[in-house]
């Protein structure tokens, strides 16, 4: 398991819950693994780089190690910057969309890329794999 996947499996955790220990939740994440200490290792990997983001803290109580998420998980945002030709990119993906499916509604303006401009990005790549994750009206289901 790499850091970037433990990332991942934590940003899903923290979803859910407000703290993770490798003592007690490493188990629940992942049930089965052929490297237990190397994946636990990526998991500590991945919670001292969301410290250091400062996504969380941590704390030792008796001998316990637990990382808490500073604030709300729904409060957590992220900033993106974008080079001129990306941004260009995805406002062209989501226009001729909005052209296909006639609905000028969700058009996207190369100079300001915004959350829902990328939330309608993630739902274009879902229908081409033939999930529906992403509403355009509603974002995120």
Not at 81 to 93: C, G, I, Y
Request: charged letters at 25%; aromatic letters at 10%; glycine letters at 2%.
């Amino acid at each position: 398991m790499t850091v970037l996947e433990a990332t991942n499996e934590l940003y899903l955790w923290y979803a859910e819950n407000d703290s993770f220990s490798l003592e007690t939740d490493f188990i629940k994440v992942i049930p089965i693994t052929e490297h237990p200490k190397r994946d636990r290792a990526a998991f500590l990997s991945a919670l001292e780089e969301f410290e250091k983001w400062e996504l969380v803290c941590s704390s030792k109580i008796e001998e316990t190690k637990y990382w808490t998420l500073k604030k709300p998980y729904t409060a957590v945002t992220q900033s993106v910057s974008l080079a001129p030709n990306t941004a260009l990119a995805v406002a062209d993906v989501l226009n001729n969309f909005c052209d296909i499916i006639e609905d000028d509604t969700n058009k996207c303006n190369a100079a300001n890329v915004n959350e829902n401009d990328i939330k309608n990005l993630v739902y274009i790549v879902n229908l081409s794999y033939g999930e529906k994750k992403v509403d355009l009206q509603e974002g995120i289901e």
